[in-house]
């Protein structure tokens, strides 16, 4: 699970970077190797996002990106915040779209009559009259500049930095058959229809007039690129879903004044009116009201979830029907919500490893199709003595060379399912992760927050002789108060009052220890019991073992090396565990469980979820035993998922092939994890493996196509089997499969859900 780029260095720091002018992978290749010749600079770029994700040293002015993006042709600007970098790309691509649709629609009404007008006078020699040739010029002319002019401009671009491009190849392909079609208007001799006598579209004629067929092939290439322009702002649509939560002013309650303000001017600890209908402005807590909130930008689910006070609530989702008054504990960019679309949008910008060489293949694609196309011509004029064919033949080999299906292959793939997995609440990391996630044969569960709700109450309290009840929970609560732990949650919730703590320490994995009213006070399992020296009495190990067997997980309570007693919590397993057990082994999967608790819990909630308990079941794990069961595994030959949400699985996840973190879990885990699911429920495990395995056969077809198509056309063309015009056509057919087919990466559907099975055992 390591970067493309080292983003997680002190000394480092990371930017993003619109990037407009791109039309070919080729150019994004071309940006990457710009910024990547500043000193200290290392950036990917993604054509299909028209990103670039730089890392540089602290000390970079981000204006010399800029300068640097600026100086190679392309236009850019610094995008910070990803409420205003989805504002922008999603301005920038809308005013592409209309562009190309102008210039589309320009190009089909006049190469429509011209191409009708050539094949009627191909057709019937007699219906030609004086001067048809220059109405063809008249009709023309349009189409070759102004609706081709984005092909000239990117062409001339690269030729001032002495480079080249897909836009070279057309570029030079509609200027070579244009200055051909004058040269044969002006020169004495017959003049024939670019398409030639009759219906023969596949033979040339001396003398054949080109701008029809100039025509109809600049219509095809708008075509293609509009469509790849809107499917690509149609891809990219779940960033401004992920941020669509129109809140324009927000009502505060500071002091007896309700204050109106912008969302931006929020800080932590504000309380903030949340009306019906209007969207909850930052993370936070309810103090007072009730109310269904649609949770669905975030988890990917329908059915609304009713809070009450002490519920915490997400930022961007919205209240339906009741008055909410929410203290707010995280705010802007700090979010849930934010965090999440960060997750997404850094996902499409990652490039496979796949990608990575047809980027390498694109850029020197264009320079060696150049060759093959002069290659070409001097070989018709060589052995068949013909301008027509020669001309004719390195015309098709420039235009049907195109590498946009090539450059859009995995791009478009991962950029199409990584939005629809957010749409599902999988919100993934990168295209690593997709093809770690298609690998993994095994999956590791955490027990406590995972394969159970995480939210743990004390169902016992069992103290020695002489300690009242009360006091145990009293100590043991006012250490717990500085703990993450779902176990610390639930004693503090258990006790009635607390002290301070001083000297607080968790030690994960096995408890906590602090100073309370003078005394040193340790919660924790058997294992840190033991490492004080502590004995339990037989009587409490007998009833500590029969609270294990009923699945509550048992700590001890010491202070200045006494026993005090034990305490029993019990967390029910999540309704969805047993279901997702069988959902993964129905889809080729072994699942495990991998815990901290003690054996005898860890196998009552196996049984419960469906886990054989003698062969699935990994217990007493510190997190250092976690990583080595990982690695053991992988030393097996396993590719290995771990789905965890403390940050006692932070190591493990890291460890993985593949993590995966439950969203509501710890900072930590989220940020170790590859994948976060945006909610409970744990089928979205299985749903992020099928859709991992349903992109990589899309990336694969795609690439096989692209490939493929890329080594037939080039020698039918060179060889004079397809004339510009078939050329034309077949290069807009390659694109608009490669893109097709990735756009249906968005009708994924999850892996039908298994009926849980009899549990084992």
């Given at each position: 699970m390591t970067a493309a780029l080292d983003t997680g260095r002190a000394d480092r720091r990371t930017y993003t970077v619109q990037i407009g002018g791109m039309t070919c992978a080729a150019c994004a290749d071309r940006v990457a190797r710009t910024l990547g010749r500043?000193?200290?600079?290392?950036?990917?770029?993604?054509?299909?996002?028209?990103?670039?994700?730089?890392?540089?040293?602290?000390?970079?002015?981000?204006?010399?990106?800029?300068?640097?993006?600026?100086?190679?042709?392309?236009?850019?600007?610094?995008?910070?915040?990803?409420?205003?970098?989805?504002?922008?790309?999603?301005?920038?691509?809308?005013?592409?779209?209309?562009?190309?649709?102008?210039?589309?629609?320009?190009?089909?009404?006049?190469?429509?009559?011209?191409?009708?007008?050539?094949?009627?006078?191909?057709?019937?020699?007699?219906?030609?009259?004086?001067?048809?040739?220059?109405?063809?010029?008249?009709?023309?002319?349009?189409?070759?500049?102004?609706?081709?002019?984005?092909?000239?401009?990117?062409?001339?671009?690269?030729?001032?930095?002495?480079?080249?491009?897909?836009?070279?190849?057309?570029?030079?392909?509609?200027?070579?058959?244009?200055?051909?079609?004058?040269?044969?208007?002006?020169?004495?001799?017959?003049?024939?229809?670019?398409?030639?006598?009759?219906?023969?579209?596949?033979?040339?004629s001396d003398g054949a007039l080109y701008l029809d067929v100039v025509a109809v092939v600049v219509t095809f290439l708008l075509a293609g690129r509009y469509f790849e322009a809107r499917s690509k702002r149609r891809a990219a649509s779940t960033m401004r879903t992920l941020l669509a939560a129109d809140v324009r002013d927000v009502e505060v309650v500071r002091g007896d004044v309700v204050e109106r303000m912008p969302p931006e001017r929020l800080v932590v600890g504000d309380v903030v009116v949340v009306r019906p209908g209007q969207a909850i402005p930052a993370d936070g807590e309810v103090l007072s009201g009730t109310a269904s909130v649609d949770t669905s930008v975030v988890t990917g689910e329908s059915t609304p979830r009713d809070v009450e006070p002490g519920a915490a609530v997400v930022g961007g989702t919205r209240n339906l029907d009741g008055l909410l008054h929410v203290r707010a504990t995280r705010v802007?960019?700090?979010?849930?919500?934010?965090?999440?679309?960060?997750?997404?949008?850094?996902?499409?910008?990652?490039?496979?490893?796949?990608?990575?060489?047809?980027?390498?293949?694109?850029?020197?694609?264009?320079?060696?199709?150049?060759?093959?196309?002069?290659?070409?011509?001097?070989?018709?004029?060589?052995?068949?003595?013909?301008?027509?064919?020669?001309?004719?033949?390195?015309?098709?080999?420039?235009?049907?060379?195109?590498?946009?299906?090539?450059?859009?292959?995995?791009?478009?793939?991962?950029?199409?399912?990584?939005?629809?997995?957010?749409?599902?609440?999988?919100?993934?990391?990168?295209?690593?992760?997709?093809?770690?996630?298609?690998?993994?044969?095994?999956?590791?569960?955490?027990?406590?927050?995972?394969?159970?709700?995480?939210?743990?109450?004390?169902?016992?309290?069992?103290?020695?002789?002489?300690?009242?009840?009360?006091?145990?929970?009293?100590?043991?609560?006012?250490?717990?108060?500085?703990?993450?732990?779902?176990?610390?949650?639930?004693?503090?919730?258990?006790?009635?009052?607390?002290?301070?703590?001083?000297?607080?320490?968790?030690?994960?994995?096995?408890?906590?220890?602090?100073?309370?009213?003078?005394?040193?006070?340790?919660?924790?399992?058997?294992?840190?019991?033991?490492?004080?020296?502590?004995?339990?009495?037989?009587e409490l190990v007998r009833r500590g073992a029969a609270l294990e067997a009923t699945c509550a997980t048992v700590v001890g309570v010491v202070a200045d090396d006494r026993l005090l007693g034990l305490v029993a919590l019990t967390d029910e397993p999540r309704p969805s565990a047993p279901t997702a057990i069988s959902t993964l082994r129905a889809i080729g999967l072994v699942p495990r469980m991998l815990t901290g608790d003690n054996l005898r819990t860890a196998v009552a909630v196996a049984a419960r979820v469906g886990l054989d308990p003698a062969t699935e079941v990994t217990a007493d794990a510190s997190p250092e035993d976690k990583v080595a069961a990982v690695r053991a595994l992988q030393a097996a030959g396993h590719t290995v998922a771990l789905v965890g949400d403390g940050i006692n699985d932070a190591a493990a996840l890291a460890a993985a092939d593949l993590g995966i973190a439950v969203g509501r879990g710890t900072d930590a885990a989220i940020d170790a994890a590859d994948i976060v699911l945006g909610r409970d429920d744990l089928t979205a495990v299985a749903a992020a493996v099928e859709l991992a395995r349903r992109t990589h056969r899309t990336i694969r077809w795609n690439l096989v196509w692209a490939f493929g198509y890329n080594a037939a056309a080039v020698p039918l063309a060179a060889v004079g089997l397809l004339t510009p015009l078939v050329a034309g056509a077949a290069m807009v057919l390659s694109s608009v499969f490669v893109v097709s087919h990735s756009l249906a990466l968005q009708r994924f559907r999850p892996p039908r859900a298994r009926p849980a099975t009899e549990a084992v055992g």
């Amino acid at each position: 699970m390591t970067a493309a780029l080292d983003t997680g260095r002190a000394d480092r720091r990371t930017y993003t970077v619109q990037i407009g002018g791109m039309t070919c992978a080729a150019c994004a290749d071309r940006v990457a190797r710009t910024l990547g010749r500043i000193d200290g600079v290392a950036a990917t770029v993604n054509y299909a996002t028209e990103r670039a994700s730089v890392v540089c040293p602290p000390d970079t002015d981000p204006r010399s990106l800029i300068e640097a993006v600026e100086r190679a042709g392309y236009q850019a600007r610094r995008v910070d915040h990803l409420p205003d970098a989805a504002a922008d790309a999603d301005g920038d691509s809308e005013r592409a779209v209309r562009d190309l649709r102008r210039r589309l629609m320009v190009a089909a009404v006049l190469a429509v009559p011209l191409a009708d007008l050539s094949l009627a006078l191909s057709l019937f020699p007699e219906l030609r009259f004086p001067g048809w040739t220059w109405v063809c010029l008249l009709l023309a002319t349009p189409l070759v500049g102004w609706c081709a002019w984005p092909f000239h401009r990117a062409a001339w671009r690269g030729l001032a930095h002495r480079t080249s491009t897909m836009d070279t190849l057309v570029s030079l392909g509609v200027i070579t058959a244009t200055g051909w079609s004058l040269a044969m208007m002006v020169r004495d001799g017959p003049v024939e229809p670019g398409l030639g006598a009759g219906w023969s579209v596949l033979t040339r004629s001396d003398g054949a007039l080109y701008l029809d067929v100039v025509a109809v092939v600049v219509t095809f290439l708008l075509a293609g690129r509009y469509f790849e322009a809107r499917s690509k702002r149609r891809a990219a649509s779940t960033m401004r879903t992920l941020l669509a939560a129109d809140v324009r002013d927000v009502e505060v309650v500071r002091g007896d004044v309700v204050e109106r303000m912008p969302p931006e001017r929020l800080v932590v600890g504000d309380v903030v009116v949340v009306r019906p209908g209007q969207a909850i402005p930052a993370d936070g807590e309810v103090l007072s009201g009730t109310a269904s909130v649609d949770t669905s930008v975030v988890t990917g689910e329908s059915t609304p979830r009713d809070v009450e006070p002490g519920a915490a609530v997400v930022g961007g989702t919205r209240n339906l029907d009741g008055l909410l008054h929410v203290r707010a504990t995280r705010v802007g960019a700090d979010g849930r919500l934010a965090r999440m679309a960060r997750l997404v949008e850094r996902a499409q910008e990652d490039k496979a490893r796949v990608q990575r060489l047809a980027d390498r293949v694109c850029a020197v694609f264009v320079p060696t199709i150049l060759l093959v196309a002069v290659a070409t011509t001097v070989g018709w004029l060589v052995l068949d003595g013909s301008a027509a064919a020669a001309v004719t033949a390195g015309i098709a080999v420039l235009i049907v060379a195109c590498p946009c299906a090539l450059g859009l292959a995995t791009p478009m793939a991962v950029l199409t399912s990584t939005g629809r997995g957010a749409e599902l609440g999988l919100f993934i990391k990168g295209a690593r992760a997709l093809e770690s996630t298609r690998a993994v044969d095994t999956v590791l569960f955490d027990k406590t927050g995972t394969l159970t709700e995480g939210r743990m109450h004390v169902s016992a309290v069992v103290p020695v002789d002489g300690v009242p009840a009360e006091e145990l929970l009293r100590l043991a609560a006012s250490v717990e108060q500085g703990s993450e732990h779902p176990i610390g949650a639930g004693i503090v919730a258990a006790a009635s009052s607390t002290a301070d703590v001083d000297d607080f320490t968790a030690l994960p994995g096995r408890g906590v220890t602090g100073t309370v009213d003078g005394r040193c006070v340790a919660v924790g399992t058997a294992r840190m019991l033991a490492d004080t020296a502590v004995e339990l009495p037989a009587e409490l190990v007998r009833r500590g073992a029969a609270l294990e067997a009923t699945c509550a997980t048992v700590v001890g309570v010491v202070a200045d090396d006494r026993l005090l007693g034990l305490v029993a919590l019990t967390d029910e397993p999540r309704p969805s565990a047993p279901t997702a057990i069988s959902t993964l082994r129905a889809i080729g999967l072994v699942p495990r469980m991998l815990t901290g608790d003690n054996l005898r819990t860890a196998v009552a909630v196996a049984a419960r979820v469906g886990l054989d308990p003698a062969t699935e079941v990994t217990a007493d794990a510190s997190p250092e035993d976690k990583v080595a069961a990982v690695r053991a595994l992988q030393a097996a030959g396993h590719t290995v998922a771990l789905v965890g949400d403390g940050i006692n699985d932070a190591a493990a996840l890291a460890a993985a092939d593949l993590g995966i973190a439950v969203g509501r879990g710890t900072d930590a885990a989220i940020d170790a994890a590859d994948i976060v699911l945006g909610r409970d429920d744990l089928t979205a495990v299985a749903a992020a493996v099928e859709l991992a395995r349903r992109t990589h056969r899309t990336i694969r077809w795609n690439l096989v196509w692209a490939f493929g198509y890329n080594a037939a056309a080039v020698p039918l063309a060179a060889v004079g089997l397809l004339t510009p015009l078939v050329a034309g056509a077949a290069m807009v057919l390659s694109s608009v499969f490669v893109v097709s087919h990735s756009l249906a990466l968005q009708r994924f559907r999850p892996p039908r859900a298994r009926p849980a099975t009899e549990a084992v055992g």
